[in-house]
């Protein structure tokens, strides 16, 4: 006969729990596993291009600025010629000279080196130095006054007084000589003086002017021209660049060209430190400091 409905029941009623513990059970042995997946799709997500609001973007890299060529235009705005104040104005210069040699005036690129106070100072004190004693060696160097010929009866007198005016002309030679020496020792530290600048600024660059506008840039060691040379390119590498136009080694020691710039008397200059370039520059030395 069939089973008592009553009994049927309580049968389907004790399986329906031992599924909803079964189920329990498995979901609390997982140790979250699901939980887990969940938070790392969402967080995936959210790096997605278009995540929903409030998610973190993944950052973009920022692109590396191109750098503009050194050469006979010129660098960082800066033409050959430009007046200084025009120069100032494109934010190129820091705003303080650092160096006052010669009459012209120098500026570090932007970001480049502060004014060095006693460098600047001892300059001044060379450059006032060699003006004061060029200036006797000047005068040291007008011809003496014509001595005295004495006649063949000159008397005991006169003899004396042209042996006395011979003396005087010998103490005023030797003078003259000792000023034209200390001439050119003043002048010799303040070509020292001229070195330490150059030194100084070799590898931060620096732009300078004179009466006539800018007249001289000094690139800085990153600057490279459009043919790849700069500061560590070789000799080897520099005459390859250059050899077609005219490249020279001058007296300085420098290697240089004729420039292709506005104007004449422009030159590109590369210092070189062995078989490598140290520095290089584009110059005009007859645009006159002052």
Do not use: H
């Not at 104005?89 to 080196?113: H, I, K, M, Q, W």
């Amino acid at each position: 006969m069939g089973q008592n409905p009553v009994v049927r029941r309580l049968a389907g009623a004790g399986l329906t729990v031992s599924l909803v513990v079964a189920g329990a059970s498995a979901c609390g042995t997982d140790d979250g596993k699901g939980d887990r997946a969940g938070a790392s799709a969402a967080a995936a997500a959210a790096t997605e291009p278009g995540a929903a609001a409030g998610s973190t973007p993944t950052p973009t890299p920022t692109p590396t600025p191109t750098v503009a060529a050194f050469g006979a235009a010129g660098y960082r705005s800066l033409t050959p010629g430009m007046a200084k104040e025009a120069a100032l104005a494109t934010g190129s210069l820091e705003p303080a000279p650092v160096s006052l040699l010669d009459g012209c005036t120098d500026f570090a690129y932007r970001g480049g080196p502060a004014p060095d106070a006693a460098r600047m100072a001892g300059e001044t004190a060379a450059e006032a130095k060699a003006k004061e004693l060029n200036d006797k060696a000047d005068a040291a160097r007008k011809p003496p006054a014509p001595g005295r010929s004495l006649p063949p009866n000159a008397s005991a007198q006169e003899a004396a007084a042209a042996a006395a005016g011979s003396a005087a002309s010998a103490k005023q030679s030797a003078a003259d000589a000792k000023a034209m020496a200390d001439s050119a020792m003043a002048t010799a530290q303040l070509m020292v003086a001229r070195e330490a600048r150059d030194k100084a600024f070799l590898t931060v660059g620096r732009v300078s002017f004179g009466a006539a506008g800018l007249r001289e840039l000094v690139a800085p060691a990153e600057a490279r021209t459009a043919e790849g040379i700069g500061a560590g390119s070789t000799v080897e590498a520099l005459k390859q660049a250059y050899g077609d136009k005219g490249l020279a080694l001058a007296k300085n020691g420098k290697y240089q060209f004729a420039a292709d710039a506005d104007g004449p008397g422009w030159q590109l200059e590369f210092t070189v430190d062995g078989d490598r370039v140290s520095g290089v520059a584009l110059v005009n030395r007859t645009v006159k400091c002052v």
